[in-house]
């Protein structure tokens, strides 16, 4: 199963796996368990996908370890979202980019792939939405951390939260963006390209689609 996945993507939880086991023999609980935490997290889109058979493009396993590892390994243990101002937004940009992807993938397998009977316009809203929607779930996911636990994943509070959904909002409609153009015939590599590679591996769930 992880034999077959990207050579990047195995380097880096090659990577993963021997710093959480020098991080456990020097007793350094929390740097282990945020490194372990990244492999797991980042192995699961790959476990899930097996398990559903559903194969899954190498760019986008790929892309999911580099964000992972991007948003627990370096943003928390490297403290990347201090040292950088434009490192949170590069997260939820790219995480909100994927998840309109996802939505319009999720609505067009309910038309079975016809891209010719989907309505482009609606299901460039549902993605939309779908993205916008777990994003505002993640900010009500931090400001409880916050409260109940004394953290501070709000960083400058309101601030940071609308800037949050703001960039969320921005990246959900370059997804959208993508599955609307998609439905109207675009393939150029990119975004849609990545569609469409999803749908060519996955017949299965896509029986109607065609050119």
Known sequence: MFANQPILARLIWLGLAVLT??????????????TMATLLLSLAPVVISKWA????????????????????FLGEVFDFYERYWWWDVAMHGSSAVALGLTGFLLIFMMFQGDRFAAPAFGVAAFSFCFAVTIGVG???FEFTMDQLLGLNMQKSGLDDTMSDLIVDALGAAVGATAGYLYLHGVERGGLTGLIDEFVRRNPRFFKRWRK
């Open 21 to 34: 086991v020098i991080a456990a023999i020097l007793a350094r609980w929390q740097f282990a368990f945020v």
């Open 53 to 72: 058979d559903i194969k899954v493009p190498d760019s986008f396993v790929v892309g999911v370890v580099l964000f992972t590892g991007g948003t627990l």
């Open 138 to 140: 993640w900010e009500v």
